[in-house]
């Protein structure tokens, strides 16, 4: 009988630690638990004010990727009106023939015109001999 107390004893005592254990643990738990609560909602308010952040900056990047549209359009119609570097190339090409013309063109001009005003000088018999010839060489 004796041994069938101390079994019930230390039955029991078992029980009552396990309880004891089961309630002080849970308590450990509860205030675990309730630390991590407070963790997490702190965790929650910085990433939401964080991402309110970045929603401004959502909001300022929608305002660039508007301005760069406009940019691209802007440049897209420049592209189609400018002229090309050949182009310009050509042009001046051009004008610079041109431009090399009428000076032989005026050079031959005015050579003509010095050279029917020494005939008729010479025909006039306006110049001497020597004055004409002179002349005459500077035209050749």
């Not at 004893?9 to 450990?28: H, V």
């Not at 660039?64 to 182009?87: F, N």
């Amino acid at each position: 009988m004796q041994l069938v107390i101390q079994i019930i004893d230390r039955y029991f005592c078992a029980l009552y630690n396990s309880f004891y254990m089961d309630t002080e643990l849970k308590q450990q738990f509860k205030k675990i638990d309730k630390n991590f609560d407070d963790v997490l909602q702190a965790v929650k308010v910085g990433f939401d004010e964080v991402y309110g952040r970045f929603d401004d900056v959502y909001d300022k990047f929608d305002g660039v990727y508007d301005r760069l549209d406009k940019v691209e359009s802007d440049i897209k119609v420049i592209k189609g009106t400018m002229p090309t570097k050949e182009y310009i190339d050509d042009k001046l090409a051009d004008l610079g023939a041109e431009i090399g013309r009428r000076i032989n063109r005026a050079y031959e001009e005015q050579r003509l015109f010095a050279v029917k005003l020494v005939e008729f000088l010479k025909a006039d018999r306006a110049l001497k001999k020597d004055h004409v010839e002179q002349l005459e060489e500077m035209l050749a």
